[in-house]
């Protein structure tokens, strides 16, 4: 189950940095996740690069802010660092709950990191942020279709479910940190929007292929009642990505801001049912 070992408000914006211990114990069902090897599959793929991708995230940033003076902007990158590094805790513990269960997530882990490192090292900051940037937006992205869909999360494990219910709140809370800190210190509309479109379609490819090689490693790589149904999931009925989609292409507007999206209600409502009195 879930423990939260402390919790830390960060003044100005409302970034709570929850320090969780979460423990995925052995009755968590194989197909945690909509009873489907596929939508189980996607999700354990994503959790296999969030921690060195939250790395990479936290890194980028963290280049620029010695050079922040805005106070309130200082103690809302503070928040998102703590919460990214929490994120990059949990998911590796579970990771290695999943390679427990002969899934192997370590090794992409190991395999993102290695290329995010020499990506990050062959890259200006600027583009290293640039990157950070895109990607929060997919995060947020997700994290909104999650939360905007209870419906998704209330057919997984409740264990499984609150630990991302945690992490897609997290995210909608920082959600425009990275963005502020880009507009500070870079403010480069072109190099934003040719990344986003680059980052796009190197994200679906790759989720798409862990996908496929994790239903591979359950045998169920060829299951196309479960591919079938998961794909409805996202983009039929209900179509969560589907009905998302409008919040994806905002980024592409001039003048776009990540907190322009309210989904305030979905995040107070996924705080009560899952984090109940841990959250702030
Ligand atoms: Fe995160
Ligand atoms: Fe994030």
Redesign the pocket.
Known sequence: MTTAVASTDVPGERITVRRMAFVFTPDIPENWADDNPMVTALMAGLSAV?PPG?RYFIESVRHYADRVQDPELKERIRGFIG??AN?SKEHSAFNRFLDGRGLEVGRIEKFVGERLEALKKRSSPEANLARTVALEHM?AFLASALLEHPEVLARVHPTVAAFWAW?AI??IEHRSVAFDVYKQFVDDERLRLRTMATVTVLFCTLSAIRTARLMGRTGNLLNLSAWARGLDLMFGRPGVLRKTLPLYRAYYRRDFHPDQHDNGAAVERAKSQYLGAISA
């Open positions: 969030f939250e919460q990214e994120h995060t992490h997290e995210e």
